[in-house]
């Protein structure tokens, strides 16, 4: 298994380039303090925006970073479509923003990463807490992070890295915190610093 690396908001498996570094504190510093709005009305108790809310919001930052937005590729055996959420072909790097059900989503778009011949660098955008009639959980974080890990050991790709965010109610919206600890129950790795917030 290769080496994992850690910060506050930002999890990294495998070999992260110096360029590459590069590019995620530039997509960390767009991200933080971003304000999102909700599309439609929350319909139950978690008032939060949804996975698409965050993608709408996030498109025009990663468009200047020289993204494109949902990329249509093939699987090269099947033929079947599939896209990325964000995709820079210049230097391989594919972005998938996971929502609410983070937890069941992350295998299939991890796999995204490993089927597509170009890409190198695979990021996941993921939510730090899953919530549950009102409470929040662990499920969403401890699931991508497991993913990853596993993947880490077959993926044909350079690196994994997890973006772990939370939201922060503001008055016309919400506001995205990137979030996470320094430790968890799943170990305290250490690693090199992308710059993040704290929870």
């Known amino acids: 298994m290769r080496a994992m690396a850690r910060c506050f908001s930002t999890t990294m498996f495998g070999k992260v380039q110096r360029g590459d570094e590069a590019t995620l504190d530039e997509l960390v510093q767009g991200l933080r303090g971003l304000h999102v709005g909700r599309a439609d009305e929350a319909r139950s108790a978690t008032p939060f925006p949804k996975s698409t809310d965050l993608e709408a919001a996030l498109k025009p ?38 929502g609410y059900r983070a937890d069941d989503e992350v295998y299939k778009d991890i796999l995204k990463f490993h089927v597509h011949e170009g890409t190198r ?79």
């Open 61 to 98: 930052v990663f468009l200047g970073l020289g993204f494109l937005h949902h990329h249509l590729l093939v699987h090269p055996r099947t033929g079947d479509r599939f896209e990325y959420d964000f995709w820079r072909p210049a230097d391989g790097i594919a972005v998938e923003v996971m």
């Open 121 to 199: 660098l695979g990021v996941v955008l993921v939510p730090r807490w899953k919530w549950i009639s009102g409470k929040k959980t662990e499920t969403n974080y401890k699931a991508t992070m497991k993913a990853l890990a596993f993947a880490d050991s077959y993926m044909d790709v350079e690196a994994l890295v997890a973006v772990v965010y939370d939201w922060e109610a503001v008055e016309d919206g919400w506001r995205l915190v990137l979030a996470g600890r320094g430790t968890d129950s799943l170990g305290d790795h250490g690693g090199r610093a992308i710059q993040g917030e704290g929870p």
